[in-house]
């Protein structure tokens, strides 16, 4: 059974977009691929209980090749997993989200990977 990656904690201002990056390793230790994606679900939990959850397409989520850029500071390895959520009317100002990406695999179960996301209120913005 696959245990939940924690990634960490992720502060937006409201109506800001979130963008989720992950490096997936597979049980034999190769890098997840799209050929070895069968489904990625996205499932955003509220402080109050709610679930929204949405089928997502490995074509633009996962990355056959590790991938580097400036939005990626964990190391120097790099990705293979991404996606930005469009959080209006999704998250609201002032709540604390957890956000879990289910990837399953074709050969080795699912994998997931999971954040933390606080959408800060800002003044002024409605």
């Known amino acids: 059974m696959s245990q ?8 937006i201002d409201e109506h800001e977009h979130v963008t989720l ?13 799209k050929a070895q994606t069968s489904s990625i679900q996205l499932i955003v939990y509220s402080q109050l209980g709610e679930e929204e959850s949405f089928a997502l397409d490995k074509n633009t989520v996962v990355a056959d090749v590790l991938q580097t850029d ?3 500071s964990r190391d120097k390895v790099g990705y293979n997993v991404k996606y930005t959520l469009d959080t209006q009317g999704i998250m609201e100002a002032g709540r604390e989200y ?7 695999t074709v050969d080795w179960g699912p994998k997931y990977s999971q954040y933390r996301v606080k959408v800060r209120d800002v003044p ?3």
């Open 98 to 104: 957890s956000v879990t990406l289910v990837i399953e």
């Open 70 to 72: 400036e939005f990626w």
């Open 21 to 33: 990056m992950d490096r997936q390793v597979l049980n034999d230790g190769s890098y997840l691929t």
């Open 124 to 126: 002024g913005v409605s």
């Open 4 to 11: 939940a990656r924690r990634i960490g904690r992720i502060e």
